[in-house]
């Protein structure tokens, strides 16, 4: 503002007292109150009394104060509740104290700056946790890649006792077949291929389990009769039946028939759905009927048991999952699988329950009718080269190989197989993937490289063998997984003595 | 008797109102205020030398990234004639140790040398405590401190207090 009039000063003044309050004190050399003014008598500071010392807190302002040169204003001084500004001017010799109480601005301005406080600190605390779930994330990340480590390492052990499960089961078969073809009216030795049947089926499981639904194993589909399997569920389930005091019933609506799919798989299916009815059901009985037509097989489960809750069917599939109270038996796989394996084979599942009344599992899968003629096995004629390194089961195809005519050399391990593969005219090499020495794959690259015209089949026990096939190279003719169907042998290695 | 201006200082939020409270009057509130201007407090404390009158200068918090200037001016002018600095920082806020030190090495360099020590405050919260104090110049005491519960309050003053009574 520009020079004013004393009158205007006068007046400016006046106003500015009227409105604000204010209280000037005035100080001797030695920090004593000589005088005390107001500007307006109902505002008033406790402790301010003339011929007394200032206050400890006005004191300490006062010597901040005396270091300065020039006057000094400190602002939003709390005093006794209020909020005032004070202005000290002067000397050590003699100073005055303007206080001016800002409360009012004070109170408005702490509001914006509380607000903005908060703010902060809830952004700073956001921050933090948006960094702490970083850090988790991270966490997270590293434990989903052990965990897919722990769960690749999982399912290399499963294929791996898979392997060493399947070819001593695979020896079994072969031999209650022969027994079966030297005791035909025996039924030990159908008890022995039954058993060797489940034994199969739960070892496939273990490697479904493996397999995880992540690979898309190739399907073996094979002649069989039906009423074989109907017999062999109903005898395999017989014993339980009676245990528990339960009814069992197994009925087909055709007899006789020769039908073509996956027997092994389809073992699992009903093994998997007749296990299952029977651990649910306590009293009443189980049934299992087969009916084909339009080449579909049509099967239904059905229990007397407690029954599914309509919100539980769709749970019932999930892993390790038991429905129910009480229920601690089986791996809660079994249903899993089933649904898997149904859906790989083109088939469908339905289930229809009702608690307290029992269950019916309904499965329909693509299964041609073919023929009931027995294949004609004419006799062959050549050399094979069989490489195993299980010793039974050499024995086992060399007899089955020289009941159809031909001459078996037999070898245990790659070292053998190189060297009688050298003395022997061998046009066709049957040899498993797993040798104790070696890998049998390479084993035939090795001798294909030395007879250009030699035709390979490859075994294996490993359910986990698609890539062997596309990796084996030429001259395989093709890949066969054990236990191996004695016909399907047949067929092949026929095909590889012709020429593919 | 010895009378010494002690400044608070350091970030908003730390718990310096809190600590002086505590300290003071023995007293806490969970509800947090935030501080405008200065509140200026006092109390005696017995030394191994002599009573020593800590004039305690509690005064708004720093804000580092604040666009308004006001408050650090207003900071400023309380700092003037300081005796000592309380540098207060909040255990679980690691950049809090930054404003305190900042507001420190400041005065230090356009006025005098004074001592000072740090108070890691909210002791009581360990499962979030993120402090470090790797920064920290080796002439500052460090007390962990509480002023929820008191531990090391009382400690952290008093070991001032005889600072300052050397003096």
């Known amino acids: 503002m520009k020079r004013v009039s004393r009158r205007a000063a006068h007046y400016i003044r006046d106003e500015l007292l009227k409105r604000e309050h204010f209280?000037?004190?005035?100080?001797?050399?030695?920090?004593?109150?000589?005088?005390?003014?107001?500007?307006?008598?109902?505002?008033?500071?406790?402790?301010?009394?003339?011929?007394?010392?200032?206050?400890?807190?006005?004191?300490?302002?006062?010597?901040?104060?005396?270091?300065?040169?020039?006057?000094?204003?400190?602002?939003?001084?709390?005093?006794?509740?209020?909020?005032?500004?004070?202005?000290?001017?002067?000397?050590?010799?003699?100073?005055?104290?303007?206080?001016?109480?800002?409360?009012?601005?004070?109170?408005?301005?702490?509001?914006?700056?509380?607000?903005?406080?908060?703010?902060?600190?809830?952004?700073?605390?956001?921050?933090?946790?948006?960094?702490?779930?970083?850090?988790?994330?991270?966490?997270?990340?590293?434990?989903?890649?052990?965990?897919?480590?722990?769960?690749?390492?999982?399912?290399?052990?499963?294929?791996?006792?898979?392997?060493?499960?399947?070819?001593?089961?695979?020896?079994?078969?072969?031999?209650?077949?022969?027994?079966?073809?030297?005791?035909?009216?025996?039924?030990?030795?159908?008890?022995?291929?039954?058993?060797?049947?489940?034994?199969?089926?739960?070892?496939?499981?273990?490697?479904?389990?493996?397999?995880?639904?992540?690979?898309?194993?190739?399907?073996?589909?094979?002649?069989?009769?039906?009423?074989?399997?109907?017999?062999?569920?109903?005898?395999?389930?017989?014993?339980?039946?009676?245990?528990?005091?339960?009814?069992?019933?197994?009925?087909?609506?055709?007899?006789?028939?020769?039908?073509?799919?996956?027997?092994?798989?389809?073992?699992?299916?009903?093994?998997?759905?007749?296990?299952?009815?029977?651990?649910?059901?306590?009293?009443?009985?189980?049934?299992?009927?087969?009916?084909?037509?339009?080449?579909?097989?049509?099967?239904?489960?059905?229990?007397?048991?407690?029954?599914?809750?309509?919100?539980?069917?769709?749970?019932?599939?999930?892993?390790?999952?038991?429905?129910?109270?009480?229920?601690?038996?089986?791996?809660?796989?079994?249903?899993?699988?089933?649904?898997?394996?149904?859906?790989?084979?083109?088939?469908?599942?339905?289930?229809?329950?009702?608690?307290?009344?029992?269950?019916?599992?309904?499965?329909?899968?693509?299964?041609?009718?073919?023929?009931?003629?027995?294949?004609?096995?004419?006799?062959?004629?050549?050399?094979?080269?069989?490489?195993?390194?299980?010793?039974?089961i050499l024995s086992l195809y060399q007899v089955v190989l020289e009941n159809w005519g031909l001459v078996v050399i037999t070898a245990n391990s790659v070292a053998q197989a190189k060297d009688l593969f050298n003395k022997h005219d061998c046009a066709v090499v049957v040899t498993d993937v797993h040798l104790t020495d070696g890998n049998g794959v390479e084993l035939f690259r090795h001798l294909r490289a030395q007879q250009p015209d030699v035709t390979g089949i490859i075994i294996s026990g490993s359910g986990l063998v698609d890539l062997a096939l596309e990796t084996a190279g030429e001259g395989v003719h093709t890949f066969l997984q054990k236990p191996i169907d004695a016909e399907l042998l047949y067929k092949e290695i026929a095909a590889a003595f012709a020429g593919g | 008797m010895k009378s010494a201006k002690v400044c608070m200082v350091g970030a908003f939020g730390v718990g310096k109102t809190s600590l002086v409270r505590r300290f003071v009057h023995q007293q806490f509130d969970e509800r947090y205020h935030t501080t405008l201007g200065v509140k200026i407090d006092t109390r005696i404390v017995e030394t191994s030398n002599e009573p020593v009158k800590l004039v305690l200068w509690d005064m708004e918090g720093a804000d580092p990234f604040e666009t308004d200037k006001r408050p650090l001016t207003r900071i400023q002018s309380y700092l003037k004639g300081a005796h000592a600095f309380i540098l207060v920082t909040d255990g679980t806020r690691p950049a809090t140790v930054k404003t305190a030190l900042g507001l420190y090495h400041d005065f230090c360099r356009n006025h005098q040398y004074i001592p000072a020590i740090m108070l890691a405050n909210k002791a009581d919260l360990t499962a979030e405590w993120r402090f470090d104090d790797s920064v920290l110049p080796d002439t500052i005491n460090l007390y962990q401190t509480s002023a929820l519960d008191g531990q090391n309050v009382e400690e952290a003053f008093m070991a001032l207090g005889e600072i300052l009574a050397a003096l």
Request: charged share 25%; net charge negative; aromatic share 6%.
């Open chain 1, 23 to 392: 209280i000037v004190i005035a100080l001797d050399s030695g920090q004593k109150i000589v005088s005390v003014n107001r500007s307006t008598p109902d505002w008033n500071l406790p402790g301010l009394i003339r011929g007394s010392v200032l206050p400890d807190s006005l004191a300490s302002l006062l010597d901040a104060a005396s270091v300065a040169a020039e006057p000094m204003v400190f602002p939003y001084v709390e005093l006794n509740g209020f909020y005032v500004d004070i202005h000290v001017l002067g000397d050590t010799e003699s100073a005055d104290l303007v206080i001016h109480d800002v409360s009012a601005a004070h109170e408005n301005e702490q509001v914006l700056q509380q607000r903005a406080h908060e703010n902060s600190l809830l952004s700073e605390q956001h921050a933090a946790l948006n960094s702490e779930l970083a850090e988790l994330n991270e966490e997270l990340f590293l434990r989903r890649r052990q965990a897919e480590r722990a769960s690749a390492a999982k399912s290399r052990f499963i294929a791996s006792m898979s392997h060493e499960f399947r070819s001593p089961i695979a020896s079994i078969m072969g031999y209650a077949d022969l027994l079966q073809a030297e005791l035909p009216d025996s039924d030990n030795p159908k008890a022995l291929q039954r058993a060797s049947w489940h034994l199969l089926t739960l070892v496939e499981n273990l490697l479904e389990q493996a397999r995880d639904g992540q690979e898309n194993i190739a399907l073996n589909p094979t002649r069989f009769s039906l009423d074989r399997l109907t017999n062999d569920i109903e005898a395999l389930f017989r014993a339980q039946s009676t245990a528990k005091g339960l009814g069992f019933e197994v009925k087909s609506s055709r007899e006789g028939i020769v039908v073509e799919c996956d027997e092994l798989r389809l073992r699992q299916i009903l093994i998997n759905l007749v296990s299952n009815a029977f651990r649910y059901t306590q009293e009443g009985e189980v049934s299992v009927h087969f009916r084909h037509r339009d080449d579909k097989l049509y099967i239904r489960v059905r229990d007397s048991g407690r029954g599914i809750e309509t919100a539980d069917i769709e749970r019932i599939f999930e892993e390790f999952t038991r429905v129910g109270e009480g229920n601690t038996s089986g791996a809660g796989l079994g249903l899993t699988i089933t649904r898997q394996l149904i859906k790989r084979m083109g088939g469908q599942l339905k289930v229809e329950s009702e608690p307290g009344t029992g269950s019916e599992f309904r499965v329909a899968i693509p299964c041609p009718l073919v023929p009931d003629d027995p294949a004609e096995m004419p006799p062959l004629s050549g050399t094979v080269l069989w490489v195993d390194d299980d010793q039974d």
